[in-house]
């Protein structure tokens, strides 16, 4: 097809849309080629650009012809506008996976628990180990803090039967779990500290803690909305107070204002009175 030929005679901008079927359905049947030899070309700028267009670019391309300038002749954008609309459609699957880019984020606990627990550490001079002791908060997030914390090391194999297990076979690792009464209970550096800095309690004497703890924060915020209402009622009182007094006071004005009227009557009558 000798499109030089065709551009002899152009066409209006209103006959693009419709001109375009034409182009598009060579594109379609393999008249006009789009992919050779595995590259991207435009068939209708053959020896003017590049032939080894990525799709992006190539649609770019397209698109960009299709909307040009007045330079452009009807023709060219009608057959870009189909080449524009033959890779949307029949080449979508040449567009290229754009890969995200992954930035590692700095693990960096929220604020609320930043301090969730300190380090307290001590040296075993009897199989050159060093102990350290993590104390999580004494409420119910630190309890399921430190549950978490024990779960992690029983995940890997690394939990308080793993670290009996070690004694009789030992390596170099690390080994966690919570402390508990035989823990609190035991000789050394570990129990003292235990027995010294911490205390023996159960989950439901936690949920009773945790449970007190929001009843007094329930209590002192009914305590604030009692006294609120206190001084709501309070000044509800003085204003109907003062209300009442400026009601007073216009109504004693309008009296006096009657009878200072009621009184210049009178006085206007009785002077013409005299008259007669």
Known sequence: MDHSS?????????????YKDKPLEDLRSGNLKVKVNGFLRCPFCAGK?????KYKDLLQHATGVSKGSASRSGKQKANHLALARYLEIELASEAEQTPQLVVPQPIKPPPEQQELFSFCTFWNEEDHSTQAIIRFNRDWDGF????????????????????????TQ?????????????????????????????????????????????????????????????NLDKLHYNFNEKNMSLRRMLEEKDKLH???VEGMFLSICEHRASQY
């Not at 650009?49 to 267009?53: E, L, P, R, T, V």
């Not at 080994?175 to 508990?180: E, F, I, K």
Request: glycine share 4%.
């Open 144 to 167: 399921m803090n430190a549950t978490r914390f024990e779960q992690l090391f029983d995940n890997a194999n690394r939990g308080k039967k793993d670290w009996k297990t070690r004694k």
């Open 49 to 53: 650009k590049k032939q080894d267009y």
């Open 6 to 18: 065709e551009e002899e005679s152009d066409i209006s901008e209103s006959e693009i849309e419709d």
């Open 258 to 260: 009657y009878a200072f």
């Open 170 to 230: 030992p390596e170099s690792s690390i080994y966690g779990w919570r402390a508990r009464a035989d823990d609190h209970d035991s000789d050394g550096p570990i129990g003292e500290y235990i027995r010294r800095e911490g205390r023996l309690t159960t989950i439901s004497a936690i949920v009773q803690e945790s449970n007190e703890s929001r009843n007094t924060v329930v209590a002192h915020l009914a305590d604030k909305i009692d006294e609120a209402n206190k």
